[in-house]
């Protein structure tokens, strides 16, 4: 399945079949740690590059 090829890659599939495109799971996992820490406007990027590298 194309899905699960994509995924092995580190790619997540825009659609369950068919995906024509796809998001780096990477990127996907970075913007969670932005995001997590989006409540403190100051700080928020330099720490989730932090978060993003440690994990």
């Known amino acids: ?3 699960q090829v994509l995924v092995n890659a580190g ?3 825009t659609a369950p079949s ?3 495109m796809a998001v780096s799971i990477d990127l996907l996992a970075f913007y969670r740690s932005l995001f997590e820490r989006s409540c ?4 928020a990027l330099a720490s989730a590059l932090h978060t993003h590298y440690v994990r």
Request: no cysteine.
């Open 11 to 13: 790619l997540f599939p």
């Open 1 to 3: 399945m194309v899905a």
């Open 40 to 43: 403190d406007a100051i700080n």
């Open 18 to 20: 068919q995906p024509h």
